[in-house]
Nanobody
Framework: QVQLVESGGGLVQAGGSLRLSCVAS????????MGWYCQTPGKQRELVAS???????NYADSVKGRFTISRDNAKNAVYLQMSSLKPEDTAVYYC????????????WGQGTQVTVSS
């Protein structure tokens, strides 16, 4: 089993920046991809960004050019640098990981709240 612990959320003004961190523990040897989801009340969770072992990344259209995902395999960590934040980025952000390519993410963190004030 993999445990994911996020940190770095908080309150920021529109236009500001935040950096989310996530550290994985447990059975981390087989982690192939990691990512970040966001969820706001009444909406489905949305995949914000993901990164594979080789470093290839994918982003939701809404964050392209503003968010950057990165990974430190030696530390079993993934990061989300969030810049030019907008009030609509306000959400709970979840770190996720998976051992295989596909659309499912078996492992989820507990989430960290990001609030962007206008």
């Amino acid at each position: 089993q993999v445990q994911l612990v996020e940190s770095g959320g908080g309150l920021v003004q529109a236009g500001g920046s935040l950096r989310l961190s996530c550290v994985a523990s447990g059975s981390t040897d087989n982690i192939y991809r990691m990512g970040w989801y966001c969820q706001t009340p009444g909406k489905q969770r949305e995949l914000v960004a993901s990164i594979r072992n080789g470093g290839s990344t994918n982003y939701a259209d809404s964050v392209k050019g503003r968010f950057t995902i990165s990974r430190d395999n030696a530390k079993n960590a993934v990061y989300l640098q969030m810049s030019s934040l907008k009030p609509e980025d306000t959400a709970v952000y979840y770190c996720v990981s998976a051992e295989h390519w596909g659309s499912t993410w078996p492992h989820w963190g507990q989430g960290t709240q990001v609030t962007v004030s206008s």
